[in-house]
């Protein structure tokens, strides 16, 4: 089982950038397909980014390719979310996710663990 923590959220302005971190501990993230999803108010969690195991494999939504890069550090056991020239409709609370199982990485339900969450705020 892996416990997963983020952090690196805040309140910026449209066009700035921010970097979350989701620090792991328990298991070593190498074990795991990463992801990134967000929930905005009202909305339902959606996908952001993925990493697969092996690091090699990355993949972001279309609403934020250019933009966001989903990246690793094996040393630390933690996985990053660049973002830059953000927007006000980036507006989330930011999760992390930890999945086992091989098969589709874009779903919610397809996560065995979770973070607690980051709230980021675009100001327009």
């Known amino acids: 089982q892996v416990q997963l923590v983020e952090s690196g959220g805040g309140l910026v302005k449209a066009g700035d950038s921010l970097r979350l971190s989701c620090a792991a501990s328990?298991?070593?993230?190498?074990?795991?397909?990463m992801g990134w999803f967000r929930q905005a108010p009202g909305k339902e969690r959606e996908f952001v980014a993925y990493m697969g195991r092996s690091g090699g494999s990355t993949y972001q939504a279309d609403s934020v390719k250019g933009r966001f890069t989903i990246s690793r550090d094996n040393a630390k056991n933690t996985v990053y979310l660049q973002m830059n020239n953000l927007k006000p409709e980036d507006t989330a609370v930011y999760y992390c996710?930890?999945?086992?199982?091989?098969?589709?990485?874009?779903?919610?339900?397809?996560?065995?663990?979770w973070g607690q969450g980051t709230q980021v705020t675009v100001s327009s």
């Open positions: 328990g298991r070593t993230l190498s074990s795991y397909t």
């Open positions: 996710a930890a999945k086992e199982r091989f098969g589709n990485p874009y779903k919610v339900s397809e996560y065995d663990y």
